[in-house]
């Protein structure tokens, strides 16, 4: 089933974050970097999976609302994808509800995405 198979993307995605933050207290710029890219791949995976479950109007209407430009700070950010991606869970795993779900999930992402994005321009 694939909210089940959401579910251990997401999962995974935190175990990703949690090595990734591992990395960085370590000064290990290229494992963080590698770490990142794979959590951002396992959140896009688990928003297509949870778009399937969806209708196909709720995932576009996230789409259209541009996110907010922020300082980014890696430790932070990857905390914040962490903490959005457990509530995340734990929404779901108490409320059931897909939408609220793939919400999360897509904010998750948005701080995954801002973070490749600023390591990609060398920057620490």
């Keep these: 089933m694939s909210k089940d198979e959401a579910v251990s ?6 175990e990703e974050l949690e090595q990734a933050l591992e990395a960085y207290s370590q000064k290990d710029p290229e494992e963080v970097s590698r770490r990142i890219w794979v959590a951002s791949s396992e959140a896009e995976y688990a928003l297509f999976l949870l778009g399937i479950s969806l209708d196909s109007e709720f995932p ?4 259209a609302k541009a996110s907010q430009s922020r300082r980014v700070e890696p430790q932070g950010h990857m905390v914040k994808a962490q903490e959005l991606l457990r509530s995340a869970l734990e929404s779901y795993r108490s409320e059931g509800d897909l939408r609220k779900l793939y919400k999360a999930v897509w904010e998750a992402r948005g701080y995954l995405i801002e973070l ?6 060398g920057l620490p």
Excluded: F, P, Y
Excluded at 9 to 14: F, Q, T, V
Excluded at 116 to 121: A, I, N, V
């Design 60 to 63: 576009n209407s996230l789409k």
């Design 9 to 14: 993307s997401i999962k995974k995605a935190l």
């Design 116 to 121: 490749q994005e600023k390591r990609g321009r």
